[in-house]
């Protein structure tokens, strides 16, 4: 399958990675690709992925059977517009991103959803022809791309209103190690609320387990 990650921080190179890895045609969106190119070490990740191509934005949205957006919760609409999502009628939007203010500093950041609001649902508003589904967004990108990291029965979520989508991206999250009972699915996209208010616990987690490849198990 065709995959453009828009995103070139952590998140965006585990998955776009990973999707490699595991056999589709990938490309990293990006505002700038020279300026990315030359920041974080991009450049020696790229040598080491020579199958993925780095391209601005607007093209790896044109590449695109599957979009995943990695990029920061602030600005995933505007990346999300200048990939063209609006003139991809259909296209699958797997939204692993969070809406987070570190800046007032104190243990938690602020986070951008509530009971009655999800940056997905912002996403799916903004671009209504293409098909959202939340996922992956509760765990540490390593874990995302590679469950395996983290022993035992643990799970993971989707969210969206069209069933077709979900089940590409469940058959996406196969092939990156997470079998289907483990991928719950949660109903519509506005169960995607309550996974971006995840984060708070997600932090408690990490620091009482003193590891970031930790996750949660739902237990009947
Ligand atoms: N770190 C984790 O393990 C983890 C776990 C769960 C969820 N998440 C979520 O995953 C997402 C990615 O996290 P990250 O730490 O990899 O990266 P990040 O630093 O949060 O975001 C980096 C990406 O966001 C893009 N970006 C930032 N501001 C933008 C703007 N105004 N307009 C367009 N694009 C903008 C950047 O684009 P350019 O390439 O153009 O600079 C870059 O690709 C976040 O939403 C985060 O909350 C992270």
Known sequence: MRIAVL????????????????????VVGTRDPARTRDR?????WL????????????EAGAHAELLVNATNGAGSLAASGDAGVAD????????????LDFSGGGPYPAIGAA????LAERLQAAFPTARVVKGLNTM????MADPARVPGEHVTFVAGDDEDAKAAVRAL????????????????????RATEMYLPLWLSLFTAAGTADVNIALCR
Not at 8 to 25: I, K, N, Q
Not at 140 to 143: A, I, K, P, T
């Open 7 to 26: 995103g070139t921080g952590e998140v965006g190179r585990a998955l776009a990675g990973r999707c490699a890895e595991v056999g589709h045609d990938v």
């Open 40 to 44: 974080d070490g991009y450049a020696g």
């Open 47 to 58: 040598d080491a992925h020579d199958t993925i191509r780095l391209v601005a934005n607007a």
């Open 88 to 99: 991809h009628p259909g296209l699958v939007v797997l939204d692993v991103a969070n809406v």
């Open 115 to 118: 009971t009655d609001h999800s």
């Open 140 to 143: 540490n990108c390593q874990v």
């Open 173 to 192: 999250l196969a092939a990156f190690g997470w079998p289907a009972h483990r991928v719950l699915d949660l109903g519509g996209l506005s169960a995607a």
